[in-house]
């Protein structure tokens, strides 16, 4: 599930068939909250810290808007991760950029559609998400992780994660966020906290289903399952209680982790890299994609991944494989392929199976 495939379908509401339900709100509710300048100053009112920022509002300004050598690194962002660009509908990659001469050639090569953009510090920590299920006006379920290990190292997808108490810092501005943007469905609130402050850092809001989905729902919180139940009118109490200290795992991705790890931070960083790889306590400790009760996910993917690795083909570099499903609880009822199953994880880009890519989104 991605944003152009969500975008699309709630452009064409009206064309779906009587009876066909989708579980978002509506465009308009969508799109604010897709905005990232909107949700910055959204944040800030409801009690998120917020990264410095530099906004540049159009192609002509962005000579003269690049910050000071000290301002570096930086994260260079559209205000919206799609564009129409020539009756197109382009998705826009975030750029991270080291100093000045690399911001100037990242605001150069986005379209005038992309503006504006943001121009964005650095925040260090560590990166932190609350998620939730709204429907009618009311919080149904929710949710908390911290990721672990992300690829590549220094920010970017997550591939090794845990489930985290809900505590009321990353909850109560999370809650208030979701209210003041009406929203309706599933939504992730993805944070940072900082080193040295421990203030929760807005990043951005993803308004449909996340790539770690998995993860809520080895704990106990199966989102899929109940937003279908919201869309079909059943009865639901609210749903907050789940199991902490649970782990999930993107196999390839933390094999992808450790490669560059080694190739980047040397060789004994490699070998700790692996030792952490090859670490694994049973009952903690999931697998995202590996389920014995359904190995093909994992065997495609492990093609894919080993396709990727010989020819190095940089063709799903941007991209999350689709060979996952999500398994939903044995008790809930819900199918594999309900809402969430796909933005599954998939091999990057670079060597092993794109392990350097820079990720479209940062989850």
Not at 66 to 84: D, Q, T
Not at 148 to 161: I, M
Not at 172 to 185: C, S, V
Request: aromatic share 8%.
């Amino acid at each position: 599930m991605t944003d152009p495939s969500v975008e699309a379908l709630l452009e064409r509401r009206a064309d779906l068939p009587p009876g066909l339900l989708l579980p978002f709100p509506d465009l308009t509710t969508y799109r604010r909250a897709s905005d990232k300048a909107h949700v910055l100053a959204l944040a800030r009112e409801c009690g998120f810290g917020v990264p410095e920022t530099l906004f540049v509002a159009t192609p002509a300004a962005a000579a003269g808007a690049v910050p000071e050598a000290g301002f570096f690194p930086a994260f260079v962002k559209p205000h919206r991760s799609l564009a129409g660009v020539n009756g197109q509908r382009r998705k826009l990659a975030v750029t991270a950029v080291a100093d000045a001469a690399a911001c100037r050639r990242a605001l150069a090569a986005l379209p005038a559609a992309a503006y504006p953009v943001l121009v964005q510090r650095r925040v260090s920590g560590v990166g932190e998400g609350f998620f939730a299920l709204r429907w009618g006006g009311r919080t149904v379920a929710m949710f908390a992780h911290r990721r672990l290990r992300e690829k590549p190292p220094g920010g970017g997808v997550s591939v090794y994660r845990e489930s985290l108490p809900l505590e009321p810092h990353l909850v109560d501005p999370g809650l208030r966020l979701l209210e003041a943007l009406d929203w309706q469905g599933v939504a992730m609130v993805e944070c940072k906290r900082e080193a040295g402050t421990d203030r929760e850092v807005i990043m951005e809001v993803n308004g449909r289903f996340w790539g770690s989905l998995q993860l809520a729902i080895d704990a106990g919180v199966d989102f899929p399952d109940l937003l279908v139940r919201c869309a079909a009118g059943d009865p639901i109490p609210g749903r907050n209680r789940y199991r902490a200290g649970i782990r999930s795992r993107w196999f390839w991705g933390d094999v992808d982790h450790a490669y560059l790890r080694f190739r980047d931070a040397g060789v004994w960083a490699g070998l700790q890299a692996a030792l952490e790889l090859l670490r694994w306590r049973p009952g903690r400790d999931r697998g995202e994609i590996w389920r014995w009760r359904d190995p093909a996910p994992f065997v495609v993917e492990t093609f894919q991944w080993l396709r990727r690795v010989l020819t190095r083909d940089t063709t799903g570099a941007r991209s999350r494989s689709t060979a996952t499903p999500t398994v939903s609880l044995r008790d809930s009822g819900a199918r594999r392929g309900a809402p969430g199953a796909a933005d599954p994880p998939s091999p990057g880009r670079n060597t092993p199976a794109g392990a350097g890519a820079r990720p479209t989104a940062r989850r």
